[in-house]
C-alpha cells in the first residue's frame, strides 16, 4: 500500500520520522517534501511570503490543485500530512478517492490559519487534549487526540562520557532564554543546541554550541548530559512536545515543565521529573548535576518507558486503527470513510 508524506523530509523532521516507521511497517513511501497550503516545495526553504500570497483566493486555488496534481501524480492510497493544506487540495484528493490525515504536531498558537477546520479530512489528529475535547464537543469534524514519539530507528542511547551540565535543546525563543537567563544567574551549568543562537544575549551566547542537533548526534547530547530539561511553550495547554519523547526514547535524564496529559505518559519522579515553579526546575537540575548515578538511573527508566509506549510505530498503528487502515504489510486495505 502506498503512503504519500507532506511536510518537510530532512532526516529526523516529523514527517521523515513518519515515513520511514510506515517504510518499516510494510507501506511504500513517497515524499512531495514541504508545503504552505498547497505549494509543494521539494528543496530549498519556503520564502516568508509564500503562505501570505496562498491565502490569496485565486492564487491559492491554483496552488491547491497543483499540490493535489503532485501528489495525485504519485498513485497514493492515502495521503498523510504533518502541515495543513489547503482545502481545496483535500478536496480534490477525497474526490480522487485518496483520503487525506492531518497529524498536526504544534501548539494550538499555531493552528492559524485553520485551514484543518474547513478541510474534508478522513482524519485529524492533535497532541492537544484540550482542542481535542473542545472540537469533538462542538463540531462533527473526525478529530483524534494522538500524541508525539520518538522515531526508535534514529533515536536511541549512544553512550559516551557523562557531562555535568544541563542540555538544551531548540529553538531559543525568547520565552525559553528568559528561563535560561534566570537558570544561568543561579549558577546553573548550561549548553544550548538549536537555531536563534545569533539572538541570544551575549551571557548565554558563549553557552551556544553552534550546533543544530538531529538524529544519533541529539542522542548522544540527551543520553550524556547530567540533564535534560523541557520547558513547554505557553501555548502547550495540556499537551506534551516532541522533545520528552526524543530524550527518553534516547537515555536522557528529562526535567520537563508539567501538563495534565503527562500523567497518561510517564511517572513523574521515576521516569521523569516534573515541575510547576522556577524553584522545583532549579532544584531538581541541581540534584541531577551532583549525582551523576540519579541521572542515569533516570534515563534508563525514561528509556524503558518510552520504548514501551511511545515509540512512532506505535502511534502510527493508533492513527490507522482510526482510519480503519489495516496496517499488517501482507493484507492493507482502506475503507475510505470517516472514523
Same mark, same amino acid.
Given at each position: 500500500?502506498?503512503?504519500?508524506?507532506?511536510?518537510?523530509?530532512?532526516?529526523?523532521?516529523?514527517?521523515?520520522?513518519?515515513?520511514?516507521?510506515? #517504510?518499516?511497517?510494510?507501506?511504500?513511501?513517497?515524499?512531495?517534501?514541504?508545503?504552505?497550503?498547497?505549494?509543494?516545495?521539494?528543496?530549498?526553504?519556503?520564502?516568508?511570503i509564500?503562505?501570505?500570497?496562498?491565502?490569496e483566493?485565486?492564487?491559492?486555488?491554483?496552488?491547491?490543485? *497543483? @499540490? %493535489?496534481?503532485?501528489?495525485?501524480?504519485?498513485?497514493?492510497?492515502?495521503?498523510?500530512?504533518?502541515?495543513?493544506?489547503?482545502?481545496?487540495t483535500?478536496? /480534490?484528493? =477525497?474526490?480522487a478517492?485518496?483520503?487525506?490525515?492531518?497529524?498536526f504536531?504544534?501548539?494550538?498558537?499555531?493552528?492559524?490559519?485553520?485551514?484543518?477546520?474547513? =478541510?474534508?479530512?478522513?482524519?485529524?489528529?492533535?497532541?492537544?487534549?484540550a482542542?481535542?475535547?473542545? /472540537?469533538?464537543?462542538?463540531?462533527?469534524?473526525?478529530?483524534?487526540y494522538l500524541?508525539?514519539?520518538?522515531?526508535?530507528?534514529?533515536?536511541?542511547?549512544?553512550?559516551?562520557?557523562?557531562?555535568p #551540565?544541563?542540555?538544551?535543546v531548540? @529553538?531559543?525563543?525568547?520565552?525559553?532564554?528568559?528561563?535560561v537567563?534566570?537558570?544561568?544567574?543561579?549558577?546553573i551549568?548550561?549548553?544550548?543546541?538549536?537555531?536563534g %543562537?545569533?539572538?541570544?544575549?551575549?551571557?548565554?551566547?558563549?553557552m551556544?554550541?553552534?550546533? *543544530? /542537533?538531529?538524529?544519533?548526534?541529539?542522542?548522544?547530547?540527551?543520553r550524556?548530559?547530567a540533564a535534560?530539561?523541557?520547558?513547554?511553550?505557553?501555548a502547550?495547554?495540556?499537551? +506534551?512536545?516532541?522533545?520528552?519523547?526524543?530524550?527518553?526514547g534516547?537515555?536522557?535524564?528529562?526535567? @520537563?515543565?508539567f501538563?495534565?496529559?503527562l500523567?497518561?505518559?510517564? #511517572?513523574?519522579g521515576d521516569?521523569?521529573l516534573?515541575f510547576?515553579?522556577?524553584?522545583? +526546575?532549579?532544584?531538581?537540575?541541581?540534584?541531577?548535576?551532583?549525582?551523576? #548515578?540519579k541521572?542515569?538511573?533516570?534515563?534508563?527508566?525514561?528509556r524503558?518507558?518510552?520504548?514501551?509506549?511511545?515509540?512512532?510505530?506505535?502511534?502510527?498503528?493508533?492513527?490507522?486503527?482510526? /482510519?480503519?487502515?489495516?496496517n499488517?504489510?501482507?493484507?492493507?486495505?482502506?475503507?475510505?470513510?470517516?472514523?
Amino acid at each position: 500500500m502506498r503512503a504519500c508524506i507532506v511536510g518537510p523530509f530532512d532526516v529526523d523532521d516529523f514527517a521523515w520520522n513518519i515515513g520511514k516507521s510506515l #517504510e518499516q511497517m510494510g507501506f511504500e513511501i513517497s515524499s512531495v517534501g514541504n508545503a504552505s497550503g498547497g505549494l509543494i516545495h521539494s528543496k530549498g526553504r519556503l520564502t516568508p511570503i509564500v503562505p501570505l500570497v496562498m491565502r490569496e483566493p485565486k492564487i491559492g486555488s491554483w496552488g491547491a490543485r *497543483y @499540490t %493535489a496534481h503532485a501528489i495525485l501524480s504519485l498513485q497514493p492510497d492515502f495521503v498523510l500530512s504533518v502541515q495543513s493544506l489547503h482545502p481545496r487540495t483535500v478536496a /480534490l484528493l =477525497a474526490k480522487a478517492g485518496v483520503p487525506t490525515v492531518l497529524w498536526f504536531p504544534d501548539h494550538v498558537a499555531n493552528l492559524a490559519p485553520f485551514w484543518m477546520f474547513s =478541510a474534508p479530512y478522513a482524519g485529524i489528529f492533535f497532541k492537544e487534549p484540550a482542542l481535542v475535547r473542545n /472540537l469533538k464537543n462542538m463540531t462533527q469534524m473526525p478529530v483524534h487526540y494522538l500524541p508525539e514519539a520518538y522515531c526508535d530507528l534514529i533515536h536511541a542511547p549512544v553512550e559516551d562520557e557523562w557531562v555535568p #551540565e544541563v542540555a538544551v535543546v531548540g @529553538t531559543m525563543h525568547a520565552h525559553r532564554v528568559s528561563i535560561v537567563s534566570r537558570l544561568v544567574d543561579d549558577g546553573i551549568p548550561i549548553r544550548l543546541y538549536g537555531a536563534g %543562537a545569533s539572538n541570544l544575549p551575549i551571557q548565554l551566547r558563549k553557552m551556544h554550541s553552534g550546533r *543544530y /542537533l538531529r538524529g544519533p548526534a541529539k542522542s548522544r547530547v540527551f543520553r550524556n548530559s547530567a540533564a535534560v530539561l523541557n520547558t513547554l511553550f505557553p501555548a502547550e495547554i495540556e499537551g +506534551m512536545n516532541a522533545r520528552i519523547f526524543e530524550a527518553t526514547g534516547s537515555g536522557g535524564a528529562v526535567v @520537563t515543565e508539567f501538563r495534565p496529559a503527562l500523567l497518561d505518559l510517564f #511517572e513523574c519522579g521515576d521516569e521523569v521529573l516534573c515541575f510547576e515553579t522556577y524553584g522545583e +526546575m532549579r532544584d531538581l537540575l541541581r540534584q541531577l548535576i551532583a549525582n551523576p #548515578e540519579k541521572s542515569r538511573g533516570l534515563g534508563d527508566r525514561g528509556r524503558r518507558r518510552a520504548e514501551r509506549d511511545h515509540t512512532m510505530r506505535k502511534r502510527l498503528d493508533v492513527l490507522l486503527r482510526a /482510519l480503519g487502515i489495516d496496517n499488517a504489510a501482507s493484507d492493507i486495505s482502506c475503507s475510505g470513510s470517516n472514523p
